[in-house]
């Protein structure tokens, strides 16, 4: 079985590649890859020489690249990660995640079309679903109604995939996914963002009223996850999933803080995001019911060993908090304005 992983140089694509090799040791992996900001080969180390993983660096908006690859390697399954992952940076600017996260599905959707895979996983959000109030959760059934460009981006690819799905009969299955925490997640996101500010002694930004609520998932049930969905799920259909952790982000950023015995006095609230999704929630009941997938890690045990991760892995974010992300950093908190 030759499996084509698009973004496997990524936090969730890099988690998966190792899990897919450990529990499909007979698959061959190809991870095809841009190396944007947020693509790093360090997060697969170790497993670059293994006969069962092949690189490829490649944009998915390249439609020959994409193309010879699929042929080349005469790929059965395409798990689709690729992607511009981080709401703050489609609200600077979101013409990379309307490139990448819809022209670039577009052509990997066409070119799977061509060569005729037999999966094609769509790897989607939460966030299409848009917000929620205090009560409720969404599900499959609940209307798209994407509040940030990041997620309209997400959403027309979604949309794009089932099409395919409808009128060419391409085997597309979409899963949508709550916040991931975990190893090897780019240190802009909240969990990762937190831990390395406050190991530094830095301020810890907290958008808003720290109120906002989150549903967090290991990345590790993220990838089971996909693996059941990959291998069980029905052609055509959506798979909710979220770990039922839900967390205002202020007690994430205190769990954090109390963990790395560090004062309270570091939270700084600064100026919200625009257009803040308030909640999400996810009912899973579906993948559960249908697949009989179940999250593993509590959240107590999936923190605390996260924070130890960064800890014992300080070069691994040394690097990338001393190179080019340090502008981005600037930009985003530099000037940002500091609420109480
Ligand atoms: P990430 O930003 O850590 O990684 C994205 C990867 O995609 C990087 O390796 C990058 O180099 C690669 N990439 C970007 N543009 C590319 C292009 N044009 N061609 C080829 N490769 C390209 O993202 P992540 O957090 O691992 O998210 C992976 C997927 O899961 C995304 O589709 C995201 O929407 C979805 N998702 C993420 C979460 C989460 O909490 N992180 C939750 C639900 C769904
Ligand atoms: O829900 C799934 C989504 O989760 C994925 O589709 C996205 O790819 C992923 O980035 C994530 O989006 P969020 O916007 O929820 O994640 P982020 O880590 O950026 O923010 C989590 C919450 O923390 C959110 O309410 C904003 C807040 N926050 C974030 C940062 C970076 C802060 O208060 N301060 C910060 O500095």
């Excluded at 004062?263 to 899973?284: C, N, Q």
């Excluded at 890690?297 to 001393?322: D, L």
Aim: with cysteine.
């Amino acid at each position: 079985m030759n499996v084509l992983v698009t973004g496997g140089a990524g936090f969730i694509g890099s988690n998966f590649i190792r899990y897919s090799m450990e529990n499909h040791p007979a698959y061959r992996i190809i991870n095809y890859d841009k190396l944007t900001y947020a693509g790093n080969l360090e997060n697969l180390a170790g497993i670059e020489k293994n006969p069962q993983y092949v690189f490829e660096k490649g944009d998915i908006c390249d439609k020959h690249n994409v193309l010879r690859c699929l042929k080349e390697y005469r790929i059965d399954m395409l798990v689709h990660f690729a992607a511009e992952s981080h709401v703050d940076r489609s609200i600077l600017g979101s013409a990379e995640f309307v490139q990448t996260n819809f022209v670039g599905t577009s052509i990997l959707l066409d070119a799977a079309k061509e060569i005729g895979v037999n999966r094609f996983l769509q790897v989607s959000t939460d966030e299409v679903y848009g917000s929620l109030g205090d009560s409720g959760s969404f599900t499959e059934a609940t209307p798209l109604h994407p509040n940030s460009p990041y997620s309209a981006t997400k959403a027309s690819a979604d949309m794009l995939a089932l099409a395919y799905q409808h009128t060419f009969g391409l085997p597309v299955i979409l899963t949508r996914c709550s916040n991931n925490y975990g190893p090897y997640q780019f240190p802009e996101k909240l969990i990762p963002l937190m831990i390395v500010n406050a190991m530094h002694d830095k301020p810890l930004p907290v958008y808003g009223d720290g109120m906002n609520v989150r549903d967090w998932l290991h990345v590790l049930d993220h990838c089971s996850a996909i693996d059941a969905v990959l291998h069980g799920g029905t052609i055509g259909e959506v798979y909710n999933i979220g770990g039922n952790h839900e967390k205002p982000n202020l007690e994430i950023v205190r769990l954090i803080l109390k963990n790395l015995n560090k004062p309270e006095s570091l939270i700084t609230y600064v100026k919200d995001r625009p257009g803040h999704d308030r909640r999400y929630a996810i009912d899973s009941g579906k993948i559960q019911r249908e697949l009989g997938w179940q999250p593993s890690y509590s959240f107590e045990r999936g923190i605390s060993e996260t924070i130890k991760w960064y800890v014992n892995n300080q070069s691994w974010w040394t690097r990338i908090i001393s190179g080019k992300y340090q502008e981005y950093y600037n930009v985003m908190y530099g000037g940002r304005e500091v609420v109480k």
